[in-house]
């Protein structure tokens, strides 16, 4: 499921370098929940955009690309604009990941006005607290799960969260915080699907 084109590969060894093993399969993760839900519910979506968008995501979490000044969120959609620059996507394209990138912490994302971020909101939705898993099939999130293990990501996340919240009262990760995310990804049924 997982397209293979330049620019996915070189996104997966960017991620590779920066990301924990957790944060990686995590983004791993986003991508293939993703994809299998624009299948199932016959969502036309641009693989390799939606792919390096899933890869550079939670990228403004990291110590490298961690930004003072901006959200998470919005940091990593930088690092798309210029990975796809580097890339040799055309500028309009540039846009787009990094509105897929920024828009993936929206409650929703309108499925006609951007589907590759429609996508992601669901797809690291579920992954961090564990919203709508039904939507996808049992046997496939036993799949996933296996091949790409959570290895403790809930408290990591967390804990990026919540530095985030302290050093940006005014994020999008600060109001998840204030929101009780903590308590939704204690309570994510991934999880049960083993470490």
């Not at 997982?2 to 995590?26: F, G, K, M, Q, W």
């Not at 641009?46 to 990291?62: N, R």
């Not at 890339?87 to 994302?109: K, L």
């Not at 985030?164 to 699907?193: E, F, M, T, W």
């Amino acid at each position: 499921m997982i397209p293979d084109t330049r620019a996915c590969r070189a996104a997966l060894e960017v991620a590779s370098a920066y990301c924990s093993p957790a944060l990686l399969n995590h983004s791993v993760r986003a991508y293939l929940w993703a994809a299998a839900y624009a299948s199932a519910h016959d969502i036309a979506f641009d693989p390799e955009l939606l792919y390096v968008s899933a890869m550079f995501h939670d990228l403004g979490l990291v110590k490298e690309f961690d930004s003072h000044t901006v959200p998470f969120e919005e940091a990593g959609g930088h690092v798309a604009w210029v990975f796809a620059a580097g890339a040799g996507w055309p500028v309009e394209r540039r846009v787009r990941a990094s509105e897929v990138v920024v828009r993936h912490m929206w409650d929703e994302v309108d499925v006609a006005m951007d589907p590759e971020a429609h996508l992601l909101v669901y797809s690291t939705s579920l992954d961090i607290s564990g919203r709508r898993p039904g939507a996808l099939p049992a046997d496939l999130r036993t799949e996933v799960l296996a091949r790409y293990p959570r290895l403790g990501l809930g408290e990591e996340f967390l804990a990026c969260f919540r530095d985030q919240a302290a050093r940006k009262p005014g994020s999008s990760a600060a109001a998840s915080v204030r929101q009780g995310i903590a308590a939704r990804i204690s309570a994510n049924p991934l999880d049960a699907y083993g470490a």
